[in-house]
């Protein structure tokens, strides 16, 4: 277990047998009681394909069911059942050339960082550029990989902007994401080969309709709802 | 394979799930999550249509007017999405596909609708038939809003939820089964959430 910020955690495991995955897809979690009562949900997998464990970064959710397990309760050592890898659209492979843009808020920023890691550990120098919605900065998950992978010169670039407090002297944005800001940030149209945004529905709903409204084509687009319920 | 038993795990129950109606591995949920592969499509009325294309003897098209004229019938039902949430007594306005279908001469035994932004899914034709599907156009009495799928989405309840289709533009009929956007993607051809069917190989 691996704490990244006040409330998300970071489970890795060992898996037997582990065929590998794409970057941005999921694995479906499953919890079983002892009286046989099961709950399951589905996580994005947060590392790359070589990666030597297989990572799950996971918020919790105050009223969730299996993601405070996951964070307060499960252990080293301790075994849980997962199914995996699933979903085969919104995923990245980089050696797709063309430039590339990843928007993600809050938790939404978990696939997204398999496919910047997966990006990095190919040496693909596929001009890519993360944009990330948090709350806080200390609300930032990846926080000082995402610094070392924006400070290597292959190509990576983060942006963040904090929605609802900003530290001393931060001369990033500091509104939530919209048309203007994503003009600012996002490849021209004729650069931009792929997107991907994933974050709350509200959020993943405006950044694809400003994007859409910007003149990229909607086939370029592709999203993933992220939160307490959609997934 | 016996399941792990996850030390410590309790769950949080509910135990106002009525007997018999939630599918095995899903949870309820009060809320109406949305899930889709990309942005909203944003189609004006005056340029929607509905048409049943393929296997049929001539093209069969519906202007928005012409598919609100049509009768439709008040649906309430229990829907399941394969990312596991459950919500019951959901309400509905939709035109019967079998009232589409009415004077159609087909020999297709599947269809794929099809979808403004893209998006297919395959459903074997007698589960769009026999008052099992509908074209819905209003939910929970009000119009469709665009992130449920407005104007109008397909509404099959007892197939898992990506069956139901956003944005639906038509059906294609056709002699062989064929898989649409999630059935290419990792997702069960059929989809029956009591046979909890989500992914290939279930």
């Known amino acids: ?231 | 394979m016996p399941p792990i038993i996850s030390r410590g795990f309790r769950g949080r129950r509910r135990d106002d799930a009525p007997e018999g109606r939630v599918p095995p591995g899903q949870y309820l949920t009060d809320d109406f999550p949305v899930l889709s592969a990309g942005p909203t499509p944003q189609t004006p009325l005056e340029n929607w249509d509905f048409t049943l294309v393929g296997e049929v003897d001539e093209l069969y098209r519906w202007t928005w007017d012409e598919f609100r004229a049509l009768p439709s019938d008040s649906v309430t039902a229990d829907i399941h999405c394969v990312t596991k949430w459950s919500k019951l007594d959901t309400t509905w306005e939709g035109v019967s596909v079998d009232t589409l279908l009415a004077d159609v001469e087909t020999s297709a035994e599947y269809a794929l609708a099809f979808c403004d932004g893209g998006y297919t899914t395959n459903v074997p034709l007698e589960d769009l038939t026999g008052g099992k599907a509908w074209i819905a156009y209003a939910y929970g009495g009000e119009p469709l809003e665009p992130e449920h799928g407005g104007p109008a989405r397909l509404l099959v309840p007892h197939l898992y939820f990506w069956k139901s289709a956003k944005w639906v533009r038509g059906l294609r009929l056709i002699a062989t089964d064929e898989p649409g956007f999630w059935e290419s993607n990792g997702y069960h051809l059929y989809g029956d959430p009591w046979r909890e069917q989500r992914y290939w190989g279930d």
Do not use: N
């Not at chain 1, 292959?154 to 902007?161: A, H, I, L, N, S």
């Not at chain 1, 021209?188 to 974050?199: I, S």
């Open chain 1, 1 to 231: 277990m691996r704490p990244e910020t006040e409330r998300v955690k970071t489970v890795l495991l060992d898996v037997d047998g582990w065929q590998g995955h794409r970057a941005g897809q999921h694995v479906d979690v499953r919890l079983t009681a002892e009286d046989g009562y099961q709950a399951q949900r589905s996580y994005s997998i947060a590392s790359a394909a070589e990666d030597a464990r297989l990572e799950l970064t996971v918020e919790r959710l105050d009223d969730g069911e299996v993601s405070p397990y996951l964070t307060d309760e499960l252990r080293a050592g301790d075994a849980i059942e997962i199914r995996g890898p699933v979903g085969g659209y919104f995923v990245w492979d980089p050696t797709v050339e063309g430039s590339v843009l990843l928007v993600g808020g809050g938790s939404g920023i978990v696939p997204l960082m398999a496919m910047a890691r997966e990006r990095a550990s190919d040496g693909s120098r596929v001009p890519t550029r993360l944009l990330y919605s948090a709350r806080t900065w200390e609300d930032v998950i990846f926080r000082d990989e995402l610094e070392q992978l924006a400070a290597a010169p292959d190509g990576f670039e983060v942006v963040y902007t904090l929605t609802r407090s900003q530290p001393p002297g931060w001369d990033g944005y500091s509104r939530r994401v919209d048309r203007d800001l994503l003009a600012e940030v996002a490849p021209p149209t004729d650069e931009l080969a792929q997107a991907f945004v994933c974050g709350p529905t509200p959020f993943v709903e405006a950044v694809a309709e400003a994007l859409v409204g910007l003149g990229h084509e909607p086939q370029r687009i592709k999203t993933e709802r992220f939160g307490p319920t959609g997934g």
